[in-house]
């Protein structure tokens, strides 16, 4: 196995856009900066931008001007186009239809918008409470993520508090409507310095969540993910990142040969479970009877337990770079989590692969977010080390 994180030679010329993805947009009098982006391929990406006020648009970035002008000919109003970007703010969306009439109902409040792709819609109820959440995908995905979202409840039963689908009548054009996991993420409550005792509670009832997950019975999913599969997870954030010249090609290169050197070398069929697959602090929610809670469980596949568990341990280190948590939480909430999950009955050296390979995909995926782009640098340092 191998991880393509460059085009062949002969093809890079070819492969590098003319035009870059910016880290400010201009539109009129007001500038918006980017947030974070979403690489489809090389020379197409969704973002997300913030305006100096805190106001957050969703767009599409294209390095051909004539997608941009196909683009912003199909989104209705009011996306406009700003230099290389379609911006299409309050939901404007060619291939979400349905989302115009979500955000139309009383209480609705987006929250997050990839265009194209998904939207999540907050409807809160007259109280102010969150009544529901609407998740908007295209209309030929939107019967798959309802029945895994369906299966996964059916899983874990009442141990662990997931999402359950409350209507199934709009499923057809592309609107899921979940029911709200109570509490709040185990982000969210490190940012709140707690005290270690208290972050290794948590984190110990996290893990224990997580092991129920993936202890739930493996026939019923048949979805699967290896090794060979993370390694093109990992091409996929890594070669556009490349190629806009945010990370060093030869020490990505040397990364993804130590990663996927490694990932070969141990794969199999061992300590294999009902996988999370995008398993991080902000999927687990801790209510006030100390349940843990887990949402977004749209990648749901069998696999190795240890991919879940070195995902969660190598976030909670870049939590630590990032400054939410200090050194003795995030300790602490290590420590918890393996102790939770059942970490000592896992290979060390599957963990120790697939932790590496994460800190590589992550090191793809930040580097598109301006603001931590010398975490994405330190990231990739350690991968390739």
Do not use: C
């Not at 918890?336 to 995926?365: C, D, I, M, Q, W």
């Amino acid at each position: 196995m191998s991880v393509p994180t460059t085009a062949p030679r002969s093809r890079r010329a070819a492969d590098r856009p003319s035009r870059r993805l910016p880290d400010a947009v201009h539109d009129g009098a007001r500038t918006y900066r980017l947030v974070r982006a979403w690489p489809r391929g090389t020379e197409h990406a969704l973002v997300e931008l913030a305006a100096e006020d805190g106001a957050t648009v969703a767009g599409q970035w294209f390095a051909d001007p004539a997608a941009l002008a196909s683009g912003a000919a199909a989104t209705p109003a009011p996306a406009r186009v700003a230099g290389d970007v379609l911006l299409q703010p309050g939901g404007a969306d060619a291939r979400l239809r349905a989302l115009g009439g979500v955000l139309a109902e009383d209480g609705a409040r987006l929250v997050a918008h990839r265009p194209g792709r998904r939207a999540v819609v907050r409807l809160d109820a007259p109280d102010g409470t969150v009544r529901e959440f609407a998740k908007v995908v295209r209309g030929s995905r939107a019967s798959d993520l309802a029945r895994r979202g369906s299966l996964v409840a059916e899983l874990v039963g009442g141990a662990v508090p997931v999402p359950r689908l409350l209507d199934t009548g709009e499923v057809g054009r592309g609107v899921l409507r979940w029911s709200v996991v109570p509490g709040r993420t185990l982000h969210d409550l490190g940012a709140g310095r707690w005290e270690p005792e208290a972050a290794r509670t948590a984190w110990e009832a996290a893990g224990r969540a997580v092991r129920h997950l993936h202890d739930a019975p493996r026939g019923r999913v048949t979805a699967r993910h290896g090794a060979t599969d993370e390694l093109g997870a990992v091409a996929d954030w890594l070669h556009p990142a490349v190629v806009h010249g945010l990370l060093d090609a030869r020490l990505v290169a040397r990364a993804g040969e130590r990663v996927a050197a490694e990932l070969d070398a141990g794969a199999g069929d061992s300590a294999l479970g009902v996988l999370h697959r995008d398993l991080h602090d902000k999927q687990l929610l801790l209510d006030d009877a100390g349940t843990v809670g887990m949402i977004d469980v749209d990648t749901l596949a069998v696999g190795e337990r240890a991919l879940d568990v070195a995902n969660l341990l190598v976030h909670l280190e870049l939590r630590e770079a990032q400054g939410v948590l200090t050194p003795g939480l995030a300790a602490a909430a290590r420590d918890g989590f393996l102790s939770g999950v059942g970490a000592g009955e896992l290979p060390h050296s599957r963990v120790a692969a697939y932790a590496r390979a994460t800190r590589l995909r992550l090191a793809g995926v930040y580097a598109f977010r301006p603001r931590w782009r010398s975490v994405a640098q330190e990231l990739l340092a350690q991968a390739a080390g």
